[in-house]
């Protein structure tokens, strides 16, 4: 058993609030709709006569599915990044903070190194195109969120 420590001033709040349960829910529906998209309604670009998917009110959103699902999971991160949730406290603000500025890296990066031909190859790459850029520059954004948190 540790000894509490007089001299520690961090705060700790709660592992589970609503608020960190409503980023989650936002995470994972902002995953579940570019997921769903992209399985399910998009048509086939490889096919001449490609049909789209049902629901037909996705269908029409084409291109807009993505900003859709990359909002809202940029949303439930941004949400996330509250003292009342782990990742908005603590060492959970580092955590949030690099490794948001590391995915939109990664992601900028792995855009440009595919570009040359085989991004075709990867899924939701492939219909994001130039707007990968957008990904990766709002994944650097929201972990600006997470810096104006740390203390």
Known sequence: MKDIDPFDDRVRGPVLSVRFGIALLLIALGIAWIVYYYVAVRPDPTVLDATAGS??????LVRWNYVIGFGLFFLGLAVA???STPLGRGRGVVVGMLGCFVLGLLWICTFYVLADG??????IM??????????G???MAVGFTYATRWE
Do not use: E, G, K
């Open 55 to 60: 629901p037909a009110f996705m269908a029409d």
């Open 137 to 139: 520059i709002a994944f």
């Open 118 to 123: 085989t991004l075709n190859d990867v899924p």
């Open 81 to 83: 990044a509250h003292p």
């Open 126 to 135: 492939n219909d994001l195109q130039q707007s990968n850029l957008f990904v």
